[in-house]
């Protein structure tokens, strides 16, 4: 009789959790306050602010110049690209003619950028579901390209290498020679990621299904690059708005329909491939010629509205820059691929279980201060 | 569509819409708070326009005004279009909020509150998103005060 009592008493009951800020998981200092009813989640609110450092207010009082690094301390495993979109759009503005040799350097050291930052995904995506040696084979290879850039412009994270009228100084000798090794050397060395990770059948089981987005989802979250594209959503801006030499090659835009934490992987995966061929028809042509063409001092835009999106690792990245005429900016805005995709992690994590957030999240593939600029 | 036939389209459906291609590589349109979350709906279903794909939104300080920017693309036409919405107080600015239209607008309609303080109407969750509840004044204003240079020195 008593037992009854206690069974018909017995209710579930939602609570609250914290992970975060400083879970391993959320890669920074990302914290999310979980509503959970048992181990199923009801809700994922996310808490920013943490490392917001107010880049866009610093941007109003400095010098065009000077915007271009502050950009690397947003998503810094892009930080080539971020440089890269601040002075395509001061260059826009000023109606710069920039030297063929320059657009084809930067659109190869943007996507040795974009292998550099997928290795460093896959490496920690696997060590989110449990599989700790991919991350010693991620940064093996990303090492190579890391090498490269320390070469070529004296740094590994935060490259500075674009200025506003092209590159700072020329490429080192070495460059197109330790290309070319780091391409053969990668293309034995991505089948193996295949091998190690993509066929594990518990990696598969915890990435299949898990953290569904549809492309009419997609869309209206805004979502851009990898996670957009494992949704059938074709929103590459190297495709369709091409910068810099992404019009003189030819590549695959890598498109996946189901939407999963699986597809968002093999979206990366194929990405890979297609950065190393396009780096393969750029690197043995890059035109002889000036590294930079010659801007004032002091660079004063012409008063106006300019906007421009490129592609880093993580999506779209949009900069908008309001002037009126004088050496600073009035207003910049850095439309971030990180906070669209984070806004709908509530949406894909809602219904599934804690191990499955853990999964979509890596494959969300965050960088906090992506989202906190 | 190309620029013309979008403003000729456009300009049929709501009355004392602003134009503009001058110092912008986009169409601009300026529209009153009043007729913003009509225009954007029709922006988004309209078969010719379908603006599905809201790719930024920006608060500014026009000083005096206050407003938002809104950037649009059709994923479909791949046309673009930039819509601004201004009110000129301060003190309590207040927009409709377009969220139920762009579920990425609710991410970014809160950062907008944080840092200008224009409150979204209908707004599912409008409260701070980086700064602390406590946190005085809104810090991307022009007239910010920043005594303690905790922003920018």
């Known amino acids: 009789m008593e037992t009854t009592a206690v069974k018909s008493n017995f209710k579930s009951e939602e609570y609250f959790i914290n992970m975060g800020p400083q879970h391993p998981a959320t890669h920074g200092v990302l914290r999310l306050l979980l509503t959970i009813d048992g181990e199923i989640i009801k809700k994922v609110e996310p808490d920013l602010g943490y490392i917001h450092r107010s880049i866009e207010k610093m941007c109003e009082r400095d010098s065009y110049q000077q915007i271009v690094h502050l950009t690397d301390r947003m998503d810094y495993l892009s930080s080539h690209i971020n440089n890269e979109a601040v002075c395509l759009t001061v260059e826009n503005a000023l109606q710069l003619e920039i030297p063929d040799r320059v657009q084809v350097i930067r659109t190869i050291l943007s996507e040795l950028t974009r292998i550099a930052s997928h290795c460093l995904w896959w490496g920690v995506m696997g060590m989110d579901v449990g599989a700790l040696t991919t991350y010693f084979y991620g940064f093996r290879d990303r090492e190579m390209i890391n090498d490269i850039f320390e070469e070529t412009c004296g740094a590994r994270l935060t490259m500075n290498y674009n200025i506003p009228g092209g590159l700072m100084f020329d490429i080192h000798p070495n460059f197109v020679k330790r290309t070319k090794e780091f391409i053969t050397h990668f293309k034995t060395k991505l089948p193996e990621y295949d091998t190690l990770l993509t066929g594990n059948i518990i990696f598969q089981k915890r990435t299949k299904g898990v953290g569904i987005l549809s492309k009419e989802d997609a869309i209206s979250f805004g979502a851009s690059g990898p996670v957009g594209r494992a949704s059938g959503y074709s929103c590459d801006v190297r495709k369709h708005h091409p910068y810099s030499a992404y019009d003189r090659v030819t590549f695959n835009e890598a498109l996946k329909t189901e939407g999963d934490t699986f597809a968002r992987y093999q979206v990366r995966i194929q990405e890979m491939w297609e950065s190393m061929a396009i780096i393969e028809q750029l690197i043995d042509n890059i035109p002889e010629g000036e590294h930079k063409v010659a801007t004032n001092a002091v660079i004063k835009l012409p008063k106006g509205e300019f906007y421009q999106k490129v592609e880093t690792a993580r999506g779209e990245l949009g900069v908008y820059i309001i002037s009126t005429g004088t050496k600073n900016p009035y207003r910049v805005k850095f439309r971030s691929p990180g906070f669209s995709n984070l806004s709908l992690l509530n949406h894909i994590a809602v219904g599934g279980k804690i191990g499955d957030l853990v999964a979509s999240m890596a494959t969300l593939d965050l960088v906090i201060p992506d989202i906190d600029r | ?153």
Not at chain 2, 31 to 47: A, C, I, S, W, Y
Not at chain 2, 61 to 76: A, I, K, R
Not at chain 2, 79 to 100: F, G, Q, W, Y
């Open chain 2, 1 to 153: 569509m190309t620029n013309e036939a979008l403003q000729s389209l456009i300009s049929s459906w709501i009355p004392d819409l602003e134009f503009s291609e001058e110092e912008s590589q986009f169409l601009n349109i300026t529209v009153t708070p009043e007729h913003l979350h009509q225009l954007m709906k029709d922006l988004k279903t309209n078969k010719e326009t379908s603006f599905d794909y809201l790719f930024c939104l920006s608060g500014v300080d026009w000083q005096p005004e206050l407003g938002v920017v809104y950037h649009l693309e059709s994923t479909t036409h791949r046309h673009m279009l930039v819509v601004k919405v201004k009110t000129a107080d301060r003190e309590n600015p207040t927009i409709d909020s377009v969220c139920d239209i762009w579920k990425t607008a609710e991410f970014h309609e809160r950062e907008v509150f944080d840092f200008f303080g224009i409150t979204f109407n209908n707004h599912p969750n409008l409260k701070r998103l980086f700064l602390t509840e406590e946190w005085e004044g809104f810090p991307l204003r022009k007239d910010y005060e920043d005594e303690i240079n905790m922003v920018i020195k």
